[in-house]
């Protein structure tokens, strides 16, 4: 069983920047991902790195506002969100699996999410 832990969520101005962390309880080389979801909307997925954290996917909507990283000897994933909008208010989540996929059923493991509100 893997335990993921995020942090670094919280309030923001638009324009503002939000760097998000995400724990892994165990060293692993598979996919790290984060998802969002806002009230009353379905999760979505934001953004995904591979094992080597050479090849990454970005949802449109953040494409060249947010980047993806992970560090795999420390089993941590970050989320560097700028530029942010009233419209990345949500839940992130991190999540942990082995296909390197825009789905929420590519992953198997994931974290209890963190909150980033974004004011206008």
């Known amino acids: 069983q893997v335990h993921l832990v995020e942090s670094g969520g919280g309030l923001v101005q638009a324009g503002g920047s939000l760097r998000l962390s995400c724990a892994a309880s165990i060293r692993t080389f598979n996919t790290y991902a984060w998802f969002r979801q806002a009230p009353g909307k379905e999760r979505e997925f934001v953004t995904a790195?591979?094992?080597?954290?050479?090849?990454?996917y970005y949802a449109d909507s953040v494409k060249g506002r947010f980047t993806i990283s992970r560090d795999t000897a420390k089993n941590m994933v970050y989320l560097q969100m700028n530029s942010l909008k009233p419209e990345d208010t949500a839940i992130y989540y991190c999540a942990l699996g082995g296909v390197l996929g825009r789905k929420y059923r590519d992953y198997e493991y994931w974290g209890q999410g963190t909150q980033v509100t974004v004011s206008s």
């Open positions: 790195i591979n094992w080597t954290g050479a090849i990454t």
